[in-house]
């Protein structure tokens, strides 16, 4: 099956201009006329995309199409990123891209702390220092939230209630320990040797 490739269209295009000043001129100086148009010519598959046919199985296709019926459309600059030509100047593009030649990147929900980029044809968050997570949506504690506590943000937690200090790692007793006992979760206190009660108050007594 024949195709009218880039260089005889131009020939086409040039003896249609050379038919129609010969026309108009009164003595034509013939440019001979590579080829005719053939009126009973068939071409299958069909020629698509408004092509016509001009041979027997030789399309002559519309701007921006392509292919042996026409049947590639063809764009302009091409689609990037793995984008496919609808029809000229329209591109579908795959997820993660978009813009007219899928030559933006798009990432779903959005980078949150960090930067959308292409990284082998598919789109990420590339986080900054200290977020991590698919939207870079999650903080980083590099010390660490102990005790329930939860990363809120770079290097900062979140402590529940009863515990302080920068990674939830301090106990906090309402009512302070006496005689040197030592608050070890919330409202407990841990005794020296020789004194007991809640707050350590008092003397443990060896009868
Ligand atoms: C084109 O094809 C038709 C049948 O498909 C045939 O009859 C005709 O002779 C062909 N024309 C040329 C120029 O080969």
């Not at 392509?66 to 302009?76: D, L, M, N, V, Y």
């Not at 990363?151 to 402590?159: D, I, K, L, R």
């Given at each position: ?9 131009a020939l ?9 000043s010969a026309?108009?001129s ?12 053939d009126?009973?010519?068939r ?17 002559f296709?519309?701007?921006?199409y ?12 091409r689609c990037?990123n ?30 949150w ?20 997570g698919s ?7 590099p ?7 939860s ?9 529940p209630?009863?515990?302080?200090g920068g990674?939830?790692h301090?106990?906090?007793?309402t ?6 006992g ?10 020296r ?15």
């Open positions: 099956m024949g195709v009218v490739g880039l260089a005889s269209r086409l295009a040039a003896a249609l201009v050379a038919l129609c026309a108009r009164d003595a034509p100086r013939g440019v001979a006329v590579g080829f005719v148009f009126l009973k010519a071409c299958e598959p069909q020629c698509r995309h408004g092509g016509i046919c001009i041979r027997n199985d030789t399309c296709c519309s701007k921006g392509e292919g042996e019926s026409c049947q590639f459309a063809h764009c302009q600059p990037k793995g984008g496919t030509c609808l029809r000229p100047g329209k591109c579908r593009c795959p997820p993660g891209f978009g813009g007219r030649f899928c030559q933006k990147v798009t990432c779903d929900g959005g980078c702390n960090g930067e959308c980029i292409a990284v082998n044809g598919a789109a990420k968050c590339i986080c900054s220092s200290s977020w991590t939207k870079c949506q999650e903080a980083i504690c010390q660490g939230c102990t005790n329930g506590g990363c809120v943000a770079p290097g900062v937690c979140s402590c209630e009863g515990w302080l990674a939830c301090v106990a906090v007793c009512k302070s320990c006496w005689n040197g030592k608050c070890i979760s919330p409202d407990k206190c841990r005794c040797p020789r004194f007991t009660g809640p707050l350590c108050e008092r003397v443990m007594r060896y009868d």
